[in-house]
């Protein structure tokens, strides 16, 4: 199946939404975008997708005989990637456990509020390669993301990333250390699935469990230099990390194998 990306969510394209359009368009991929408040216009599945994108869209605003239809062209070759929010999986309004898209991600979404705030940051390392996390620093400089939906991974699919998560503390004492170099102690709290993929037919299936934009992203949104800017129709301009860019450029590609199709 070839067709363009249907991207839902992340507020508006003036506001969250802006990160990832902007990226979008400056791969120069074709992409119609429905806002956060708007539910899904019938005419958004007429077309065939290559890719669909759920990040902070509330399952009410997708109507469950929209969602039979998005969930045919996923068994025909469309890609499906859920991205995390307050109002993805089940979050505080995303209420996606229980539904038709829901159940086709390789996830086990909860039935209550699964946001975890994490105070002092988590750390994303890869569980395994893969072409979506190839090419990047993981080892060398570990990005941090600020929180994240907690789920867990269904047995047939496979984690990519997972974010681990300390409490840091310091043990200088009082008057600083030599040099004032910080004396810190990291104690372990848990690992958390923060990117796992799968298939539902011909259709790959993704999720990542942390946002694409403030303030869930945390410092991931800056990591990798050079500085990219970009910006999409009608969005203001953003200024992200390399890796970042980078990351989601193959994240997309490989779930939506054709959106980069002419």
């Keep these: 199946m070839t067709g363009s990306i249907l991207y839902c969510g992340d507020s508006e394209l003036t506001g969250a939404a802006s990160y990832l359009a902007g990226l979008i368009t400056s791969w120069g991929w074709h992409f119609d975008y429905v806002p956060s408040n708007?539910?899904?216009?019938?005419?958004?599945?007429?077309?065939?997708?290559?890719?669909?994108?759920?990040?902070?869209?509330?399952?009410?605003?997708?109507?469950?005989?929209?969602?039979?239809?998005?969930?045919?062209?996923?068994e025909h070759g469309c890609g499906l990637l859920m991205i995390g929010g307050w109002e993805s999986f089940h979050g505080f309004g995303g209420n996606w456990d229980g539904t038709v898209l829901g159940s086709v991600l390789p996830v086990e979404i909860s039935v209550t509020d699964d946001r975890v705030n994490f105070e002092q940051s988590a750390w994303l390392l890869p569980a395994t390669?893969?072409?979506?996390?190839?090419?990047?620093?993981?080892q060398a400089t570990p990005p941090a993301i600020g929180g994240m939906n907690r789920v867990q991974a269904k047995a047939d699919a496979t984690t990519l990333l997972q974010a681990h998560s300390f409490s840091v503390s310091s043990r200088a004492a009082a008057g600083g250390s030599p040099n004032n170099k910080p004396d810190l102690a990291f104690t372990y709290r848990e690992t958390l699935p923060a990117l796992v993929v799968g298939q539902r037919g011909a259709g790959r299936t993704a999720v990542f469990l942390s946002d694409v934009a403030p303030h869930w992203v945390g410092g991931l949104v800056d990591w990798g230099l050079p500085r990219v800017t970009a910006a999409a129709k009608n969005g203001p301009a953003i200024e992200v990390g390399s890796h970042y860019a980078q990351f989601w450029k193959q994240l997309l590609k490989w779930t939506g194998p054709t959106v980069d199709s002419k």
């Design 38 to 74: 708007v539910a899904l216009p019938p005419r958004m599945l007429e077309v065939p997708r290559s890719l669909v994108i759920l990040s902070d869209y509330p399952a009410t605003q997708f109507d469950q005989a929209l969602q039979q239809t998005a969930l045919l062209q996923i």
């Design 129 to 138: 390669e893969h072409a979506i996390t190839k090419g990047l620093p993981w």
